[in-house]
């Protein structure tokens, strides 16, 4: 018997042994010269935004992030404020609700600048939902700031 033994799909332990053959490595090779030689070169797949600017990408990412800071200190507002509806016990939880409300306006601020910026620099506008997503979480926190200061 030539060759080596290989095992099948479950192992030795069911016994199903395959003999592979010696030249399997010739017919390796073969295959591969073959397809080498019929594979035709594919066109690169494009990139999303390959014909924006790297500052325009910038500027998006930056966007983003101050979003996403922004969302972030909007929800650690809220769970403060239910935190303190639950315990009004609570002494220290009323300066983190101001820290992270304050936080999130001045976040909110950059991000509303940036939402200016990525819009006159972008060749291709953002989704209008997500603009429009932005905008208002972006707002919330300014405008709960400025309410507080006219009661």
Known sequence: MIGRIVYGRFGRFFGQVIVARNDF?????????????????????????????????????????????????????????????????SKRM??????????????GLISLGLLVTAYRMRRHPPPTGLTVFAACLAIAPVVTVVARFWR
Do not use: H, N
């Open 25 to 89: 490595q010739e017919r390796k090779g073969a295959d591969v010269a073959k397809k080498q030689r019929t594979k035709k070169q594919q066109p690169a797949k494009p990139v999303l935004d390959a014909d924006e600017t790297r500052a325009s990408v910038a500027v998006t990412v930056a966007w983003m992030v101050s979003l996403t800071m922004t969302l972030v200190s909007v929800i650690c507002t809220l769970l403060a404020s239910w935190y303190m509806a639950a315990y009004p016990d």
């Open 94 to 107: 009323p300066l983190f609700k101001d820290i992270m409300l304050s936080g999130g306006a001045l976040i």
